[in-house]
C-alpha cells in the first residue's frame, strides 16, 4: 500500500522549511488463521493494551515531571473504571453462567483469566514507575512521606493536624458479634489494626474507614517544611502514625490498608414506567454493588485478610497486593502542586477568527459561511457563546439541544436556563444514561424543569450521544436554522483537554435534518426523506458499509482507493469484516484508533492492506472523523468527509442515537481532511503501531537535520485557529501539510 513518507511543513515559526521523516510502516504482514477467532482482537485485552500506552506517558522523560505524574494517576482511574464496568460485567456473566464468547472467541471465564494476568502485570508496572517518580519529585523539593519519613520540624504541625482535622471525623470499630462488619463504599479506603489490650492481652481487630471527605493527602505548610520544598503525607499513613492516640490502653500489633471497587455498572429495565425515579433509586443500588476488586498493602495481616475476604464476599482471584501506594489515582492531588516549571506550558485557546471579525456576532459568521472549530486549540467559549447569545436575541424562537456530559459547572446549562427565563421554547435532552454522570445529569434536569426548560429524556434502551444543538430565528426572509454539531460533549471541563470538533452551518437541509433527528428523539417520530445526516441506531451504519463498498467498487476498477478513519474504539465485528474486504480489494485504509481496537491489521489475506496506530499525547485524542477517496487520491478535494458522535462499536451502530454530519463546505472540507485528519496520520511523536500479534511499538522516525520529530498537538497549538485558515492558507500565512507518495508496505 501506499504509506504517508514525509510532510512538508511550510512557513515554520523560525522560517525554515524542513522536510520531516514520517513513520516507518509496521513489519510486513504475517500469518494468521482467518477467518475465525484469530481474525479479531479481544475488546477487553485491548483496552488494557490501551491503558498500557498512557501508563508509558508516566515514563516519558520528554514530559515534565508532574505531566508523568498526571499519566500515573490517570492509568489508575481508567483501570478502576474498567474494574468497575467491564470486569464486574463479566464477572456477572460468568456468575450466571452465561458462556456468550467474546469477538475472539474467549468465554466471560476465560477473559477473566487473561484479565487477571494482565492486570497484575500492570499494577506491578504502576508500582515501579511510582518508585521512580517518587524520587524525582524528591529531587524536585517535592516529598511524598510515609510515617517513617517526617521531618521532626513538621511532625508537631501533623499531629495538631491530626488532632483537629482528622480525629473528629473518623470513627474506630471493633469488629466483633456485637459490632457488625461496616459497609465500605465502592472506592473506600480503610485501615484494620490488629490490637492487644494491656490490661487482660486479650486481641482485637478494629477498623478505621477513612471517609470521602477527607483528602488522600496533606500538605504541610511551606513555612513548616522548609523553603522551596513541599512535603506531603497520605491520611492513611497520618493515622498509622498516630495511632496510638486512637487506642489508648493498647498495643498496636500491626496494621493494613485496603481499598474496594464494587460493581458501578447500571441496569435499566425498558419497561420502566418512571425512569427518572429509577435511576434514583439504580443510583442507590450502584453504591451498594458487589466487590469487584479488593486492594491490600503486601505485609496485611492474614487473619485480618482472611475476615475481609469473608466480609466482603471477596474471591481471592479479585485480591490485588502491592507493596507500593494504594489507589494510584489519588495522586492527581499531587498533580495540582504550584510547580509551573513542572508542568506543560501553559496553553490558552484561541477564539475563531472567523467569529472575531464579525465582531463576536456568531450568527453573522455561520450566515456567511459554515464554521469549522477544532477543541481545544480553538475555545469552547464560541459553542458557549452560540447558546448565550440565542438566548438573548429577540429574534431567536427556539432551541433544542442534546446533552450527554455536560459538567458540574456548566455555562451551557445556564445559558439555556437563561433563554427560558426570556420566553425563548427551549427543549433539552438529558441523557440519564451517562455512566459515573447520572447522579450530575438528573440534577440538571432537575434546575432546567424549574426554569421551564422542556426537559425529555430520551429512549429507554437507547442512548442519545449525539452532540447536536439547534437554533431557530426569525429574519427577513423566515425562519432560518442554525446549527451546531459536534464530536464531543458540551462540557467545559472535557473541551480544554480533549481534541474534538465543532461544526456551524446554516445549511437548510442540515438544519431540516437535524430537526427530524431531533423529533425522532423527543417524538419517537421515525425521520423520513433524510437527505444528508446518517442517524444511528437507523442508517449510520449502512452508510458507512456504503461509502466502504464504493471504495471497494473504484479499488477493483483500478481507480484510487483510499479509507482514512479516526475515531476512539473498533470493535464492531460487521464494520471489521467490511475493512478486511476493502483491504482484501486493494483499498488502502489508514485508520488512528485511540483506544480499543479488535481489528488485526497486517495479515496476510486478511489485513495487509490496513494499518492502525494509536496517538496518545498532551490531549486526550477524541473527534470522529472518517474520510473516503471517492475515486481520487488522497486526500483529495472530491473525497467524501464525515465528522460523527459514533465510534465504530456495535452499541455506537446499534444501541445509541448517534449523528453522521457530511462536511460539504469546500473549505471546511480541505480543514478536516488536509489539516487534522493529515496531522493526525503524519504524527510521529506521539503514535503507536499496532501489530498483527497485538503488540504495540512506538513510532520511531529521527528528526532531519535541526527539525523536530512532527507532533500533531504541538502543530495545531503553534499555529493560528483553524477557522481563520480558509483564506491563511491562501495566503500562505499557515504551515500547510502535505502527502507525499512513500514506499510500498
Known amino acids: 500500500m501506499s504509506n504517508p513518507e514525509l510532510i512538508d511543513v511550510a512557513n515554520d515559526q523560525d522560517g525554515a522549511q524542513p522536510a520531516v521523516s514520517a513513520a516507518s510502516p509496521p513489519s510486513a504482514p504475517v500469518a494468521v488463521t482467518a477467518p475465525g477467532g484469530d481474525a479479531y482482537f479481544n475488546r477487553e485485552l485491548s483496552w488494557l493494551a490501551f491503558n498500557e500506552r498512557v501508563l508509558a506517558e508516566a515514563s516519558n522523560e520528554r514530559y515534565p515531571l508532574l505531566e508523568r505524574l498526571r499519566f500515573l494517576s490517570i492509568s489508575g482511574s481508567n483501570l478502576d473504571e474498567f474494574m468497575m464496568i467491564r470486569v464486574a460485567g463479566l464477572v456477572g456473566q460468568a456468575q450466571r453462567g452465561i458462556d456468550k464468547p467474546a469477538i475472539d472467541g474467549r468465554s466471560p471465564s476465560q477473559q477473566l483469566s487473561a484479565i487477571r494476568n494482565k492486570l497484575v502485570a500492570i499494577s506491578a508496572r504502576q508500582q515501579d514507575i511510582w518508585s521512580d517518580v517518587r524520587e524525582l519529585l524528591a529531587d524536585a523539593d517535592i516529598h511524598i512521606a510515609d510515617e517513617q519519613r517526617i521531618k521532626p520540624a513538621a511532625h508537631q504541625w501533623l499531629e495538631a493536624f491530626f488532632l483537629e482535622e482528622i480525629l473528629p471525623v473518623i470513627t474506630p470499630q471493633a469488629l466483633d458479634p456485637a459490632h457488625p462488619f461496616p459497609f465500605v463504599h465502592n472506592e473506600g479506603l480503610g485501615l484494620l489494626f490488629t490490637l492487644t489490650r494491656d490490661e487482660d492481652a486479650e486481641q482485637i481487630i478494629e477498623m478505621i474507614l477513612i471517609p470521602t471527605a477527607l483528602p488522600r493527602f496533606v500538605r504541610v505548610p511551606g513555612d513548616i517544611a522548609g523553603p522551596g520544598e513541599a512535603v506531603y503525607i497520605s491520611i492513611a499513613s497520618l493515622i498509622q502514625r498516630y495511632a496510638k492516640k486512637l487506642f489508648p490502653g493498647f498495643t498496636i500489633e500491626g496494621d493494613g490498608l485496603f ?203 437507547w442512548k442519545t450521544h449525539s452532540k447536536v444543538a439547534m437554533v431557530v430565528r426569525r429574519e427577513e426572509k423566515g425562519f432560518r436554522t442554525y446549527c451546531h454539531f459536534g464530536t464531543g460533549n458540551y462540557h467545559p471541563v472535557t473541551a480544554k483537554i480533549y481534541t474534538d470538533m465543532s461544526f456551524f452551518t446554516a445549511d437548510p437541509k442540515l438544519g431540516q435534518d437535524a430537526a427530524k433527528m431531533m423529533n425522532f428523539v423527543t417524538g419517537y417520530v421515525e425521520p423520513k426523506g433524510l437527505e444528508h445526516i446518517a442517524i444511528a441506531p437507523l442508517n449510520l451504519r449502512e452508510k458507512i458499509y456504503e461509502r466502504i463498498d464504493a471504495e471497494i467498487a473504484n479499488a477493483r476498477a483500478g481507480k484510487p482507493a483510499a479509507i482514512w478513519m479516526k475515531c476512539n474504539q473498533i470493535t464492531d465485528q460487521g464494520m471489521i469484516d467490511r475493512l478486511y474486504a476493502a483491504s482484501n480489494a486493494g483499498v488502502s485504509v489508514e485508520l488512528v484508533v485511540r483506544g480499543i481496537c479488535c481489528l488485526r491489521p497486517g495479515v496476510t489475506g486478511l489485513s495487509e492492506n490496513i494499518r492502525v496506530k494509536s496517538i496518545i499525547g498532551r490531549f486526550l485524542e477524541h473527534s470522529r472523523i472518517y474520510a473516503f477517496a471517492n475515486g481520487e487520491a488522497m486526500p483529495g478535494p472530491g473525497a467524501q468527509v464525515y465528522i460523527a458522535s459514533a465510534d465504530l462499536m456495535e452499541r455506537n451502530l446499534d444501541r445509541r442515537v448517534e449523528a453522521l454530519i457530511p462536511i460539504l463546505n469546500r473549505t471546511v472540507h480541505d480543514q478536516v481532511l488536509q489539516q487534522v485528519l493529515l496531522a493526525n496520520m503524519l504524527d510521529v511523536e506521539q503514535s503507536w503501531w499496532l501489530h498483527a500479534d497485538g503488540s504495540y511499538s512506538r513510532v520511531e522516525a529521527a528528526p532531519e537535520g535541526d527539525s523536530k520529530p512532527f507532533n500533531c498537538h504541538r502543530y495545531f497549538m503553534t499555529n493560528p485557529s483553524l477557522s481563520g485558515r480558509g483564506g491563511a492558507l491562501e495566503a500562505g500565512g499557515v504551515p500547510k501539510l502535505s502527502l507525499r507518495k512513500g514506499r510500498s508496505g
Request: hydrophobic share 40%; charged share 35%.
Open 259 to 461: 481499598r474496594v471497587l464494587r460493581d458501578s455498572d447500571i441496569e435499566i429495565e425498558e419497561e420502566a414506567e418512571d425512569l427518572v425515579r429509577t435511576f434514583r433509586s439504580a443510583i442507590q443500588r450502584r453504591r451498594r454493588g458487589q466487590v469487584i476488586q479488593l486492594e491490600l498493602e503486601d505485609d496485611f495481616d492474614p487473619q485480618a485478610e482472611e475476615m475481609l475476604l469473608e466480609q466482603l464476599g471477596v474471591h481471592e482471584a479479585a485480591v490485588i497486593k502491592t507493596d507500593g501506594i494504594i489507589g494510584i489515582d489519588g495522586l492527581a492531588e499531587i498533580v495540582d502542586e504550584d510547580r509551573p516549571d513542572l508542568k506543560f506550558d501553559a496553553y490558552s485557546p484561541r477564539y475563531p477568527e472567523r467569529v472575531r471579525e464579525h465582531d463576536g456576532d456568531v450568527f453573522s459568521a455561520i450566515r456567511e459561511k459554515d464554521i469549522i472549530v477544532h477543541h481545544p486549540y480553538e475555545s469552547f467559549e464560541v459553542v458557549v457563546d452560540f447558546i448565550r447569545q440565542a438566548a438573548a436575541d429577540p429574534d431567536v424562537v427556539a432551541i433544542k439541544q442534546t446533552l450527554y456530559r455536560a459538567g458540574s459547572q456548566s455555562a451551557v446549562i445556564n445559558a439555556l436556563i437563561e433563554a427560558a427565563e426570556n420566553g425563548k421554547s427551549v427543549t433539552a435532552v438529558v441523557e440519564l444514561k451517562a455512566r459515573f454522570d447520572e447522579e450530575q445529569n438528573l440534577k440538571w434536569a432537575t434546575k432546567l424543569e424549574r426554569a421551564g426548560v422542556q426537559v425529555i429524556y430520551g429512549f429507554t434502551d
